[in-house]
């Protein structure tokens, strides 16, 4: 049971390294609500860009707010068109599932060597 935990998990977790290593900060920003025709929209302008963007509001969050109004909400620095209105949660399952299965093989190795100390 120890090489079935510690031979994926190892790779996985470096894997995920990797991958948490090249993702992108989210920053947090405001915009302003403005009408587009019948639509609503965020107008607003990142940190280093000196012109102003234009995002579609969603339905259920256009319904919510008035033009004019200022929202604040989060941005990926790299892909500046991936919005959230709510802050984002960095997630990596590879991380996690790496730190599992490294743990159980890890955890398997010393209760083996323990129960073989036990029986001799």
């Known amino acids: 049971m120890t090489w079935i935990g510690i031979v994926p998990g190892i790779p996985l977790i470096i894997a995920g ?3 948490a290593k090249k993702q992108c900060p989210w920053a947090q920003a405001a915009g302003e609500v ?7 929209a965020l107008q607003w302008r990142p940190k280093d860009e ?12 256009a ?4 033009a004019g109004t200022f929202i ?5 620095t790299c892909h500046p068109a991936h919005w959230s209105m709510y802050p984002p949660r960095q997630q990596n399952p590879l ?3 790496g730190w599992i299965l490294t743990g159980a093989g890890v955890l398997c190795a010393v ?10």
């Open 95 to 97: 991380l996690v599932l």
């Open 17 to 19: 390294l990797i991958i």
């Open 72 to 76: 604040v909400f989060y941005y990926d």
């Open 63 to 66: 319904a919510k707010v008035t």
């Open 34 to 40: 403005v009408t587009a025709g019948a639509y609503k």
């Open 111 to 120: 209760v083996g060597l323990a129960l073989t100390t036990i029986s001799s």
């Open 50 to 61: 000196a012109t102003s963007r234009l995002i579609l509001l969603p339905a259920d969050e």
